[in-house]
């Protein structure tokens, strides 16, 4: 069964930082990598994919996350940080379970908060 | 394009109650799934439905089920509510199964609370 571990909880950053959140991922198959973003009490909205081919993906609001397959690692990055990209993150794999079913299964998320 | 809407957007219950939760998908989409989040914690499968049949199903006793509408629009009930099922429930529309889940919209979710 897959799973997926995301190393930090909270985290606390400045506006204009740098920001690298993690994502580890275990599965016995090949999969498929989400980052998603939610803030406080809404949905949640797609921040970028890896599906295939370069494992460098870039997505919306200036985040970027590099797929390490060897690692089994996803990564989420973004070079400067504003106010506004306070939210919880949340990674998650999705895998063929059954027929040509998928499903996604999430981390626990990572609150980012971006101070002044 | 509406995207996702669930409703009703909060909910109270008592315990022992039954409730029932709605969506409707996104435009061209055809297949819904159901996610628990519970505070502090990331969204967790409890089912999917396409052509109007539960394809899959997470580790969530029968007192979740579900049903969806030949519109595709779907329902999430949930019977003897119990404390721990105070919680934001999460659908996601995608289109038709046989893909990865490359298209997943969520809607904002319906909060129950347990009481």
């Known amino acids: 069964a897959q799973s997926v571990t995301q190393l930090d909880s909270q985290v606390p950053v400045f506006e204009e930082a740098p920001v690298e959140l993690r994502c580890n991922y275990s599965?016995?198959?090949?999969?498929?990598l989400f980052w998603y973003v939610q803030y406080p009490n809404q949905g949640l909205q797609l921040l970028l994919k890896?599906?295939?081919?370069?494992?460098l993906v870039k997505g919306i609001n200036g985040f970027e996350a590099e797929f390490n397959k060897s690692q089994t690692s996803f990564h989420l990055r973004k070079p400067s940080v504003h106010i506004s990209d306070t939210a919880e993150y949340l990674c998650a794999v999705s895998v063929r379970s059954g027929g040509s079913n998928y499903k996604l299964t999430f981390g626990k998320g990572t609150l980012l908060t971006v101070n002044p | 394009d509406a995207g996702v809407t669930q409703s009703p957007t909060h909910l109270i219950k008592t315990r022992g109650q039954q409730v029932t939760l709605r969506c409707s998908p996104k435009s061209g989409h055809d297949t819904v799934s159901w996610y628990q989040q519970a505070l502090g914690q990331g969204p967790q499968f409890i089912f999917q439905y396409y052509e109007e049949e539960e394809r899959q199903r997470g580790n969530f006793p029968d007192r979740f089920s579900g049903h969806q509408f030949p519109n595709y629009s779907s329902e999430l009930n949930v019977n003897a509510l119990l404390l721990g099922d105070s919680a934001l429930y999460l659908c996601a529309s995608s289109p038709k199964s046989g893909r990865p889940n490359t298209e997943a919209f969520f809607g904002q979710g319906t909060r129950l609370t347990v009481v």
């Open positions: 890896y599906l295939s081919g370069s494992t």
């Open positions: 599965s016995s198959v090949s999969v498929y």
